[in-house]
């Protein structure tokens, strides 16, 4: 399931990057320390939006947002699986925007895969009992990165 977007739609000043391949100047900017908005839909289609960390895996063109079960993000996504979402992040007049179907994984795996990642990039996060991740498989990256 792709992103809602028309594909008609051409942004200025943005490049489009391949979410299996980012240059190197992407790659950096999804390592450093940046928080984002991810952005994902209600049950009457309105958009819901949450700052988040999250982490990206280029080899599995997946990005994770940890989270707890009873977190509004995580609600919606569990009630719509597979819905589109986006991650925007920003810093200055740099930014990317990542667009992807979501899904709430409860695995002990995932939630140990994204702990780690989050871990790495930002902070060890507070031990939590009901702790899930959001993966978003990505299929459409835009931004502005240098």
């Not at 839909?41 to 947002?65: H, I, K, M, N």
């Amino acid at each position: 399931m792709g992103s809602p977007r028309r594909p008609d739609v051409h942004y200025r000043s943005a490049m489009n990057f391949d979410p299996a391949s980012p240059t190197v100047g992407l790659r950096a900017f999804l390592e450093e320390r940046h928080l984002a908005t991810l952005t994902v839909l209600r049950g009457d289609g309105t958009p819901q939006v949450s700052p988040v960390g999250f982490t990206y895996d280029p080899e599995r063109q997946l990005a994770r947002v940890i989270t707890w079960a009873d977190s509004w993000k995580a609600r919606h996504t569990a009630a719509r699986p597979g819905s589109p979402v986006a991650i925007c992040s920003v810093d200055g007049g740099r930014w990317v925007t990542l667009y992807g179907a979501a899904t709430v994984a409860t695995s002990e795996e995932s939630i140990a895969e994204g702990v780690r990642r989050y871990a790495e990039r930002y902070r060890p996060p507070q031990e939590r009992d009901d702790r899930v991740v959001i993966e978003v498989v990505v299929d459409e990256m835009i931004g502005r990165i240098p």
